[in-house]
């Protein structure tokens, strides 16, 4: 099962200390969530694919009887006069567990802000996965960021992109 979202986000920054509200200019964040049946396969399939590790931040979430696992993946580090740029979430379950692709890419078309920072806050039912930083990254006006979560029976992320 897979499938693709495009958003298209109007996002305003309101100045640290300032009751100013800044427009930002449109950008296009595409998503796409897919499940991947064998991820080595899918590895030797794509051998050109050239990944940096992102940083990730496990964290237990106790929800009643359950607990949900919490990984917050991030590149760079906040900059003064940054804004948001790019912001996308989205949620999927499904009754077996299953091994989870996210790409995320930032702009789709045209010319995006110099980016600053990147966290993916992921939701998923294990506390397995990985995140890459594949094309473009911080101090560059692209980035494509892909998110891994293994054995899941859900997968709810937001994304957020800095820069200026």
């Keep these: 099962m897979s499938f693709s979202v495009g958003l298209l986000f109007l996002v305003g920054f309101t100045l640290l200390g300032s009751a100013i509200c800044t427009p930002v200019a449109e950008q296009t964040v595409r998503v796409s969530l897919e499940t991947v049946a064998d991820l080595e396969t899918f590895r030797k399939a794509n051998p050109d694919l050239v990944v940096t590790p992102l940083v990730a931040r496990p964290e237990a979430i106790s929800e009643g009887a359950s607990a949900r696992q919490q990984i917050v993946y991030s590149v760079g580090a906040h900059s003064a006069g940054e804004r948001l740029v790019g912001l996308t979430s989205n949620q999927q379950s499904w009754p077996t567990p299953q091994d989870v692709r996210l790409n995320l890419q930032y702009p789709t078309a045209g010319v995006g802000a110099v980016v600053t920072y990147v966290e993916v806050v992921v939701q998923q039912s294990t506390s397995q996965g990985r995140g890459y930083v594949v094309s473009g990254g ?17 997968f709810d992320y937001t994304a957020a992109i800095y820069g200026f």
């Design 138 to 154: 911080v101090g560059q006006r692209t980035i494509r960021l892909v998110i891994e979560a293994y054995g899941t029976n859900y």
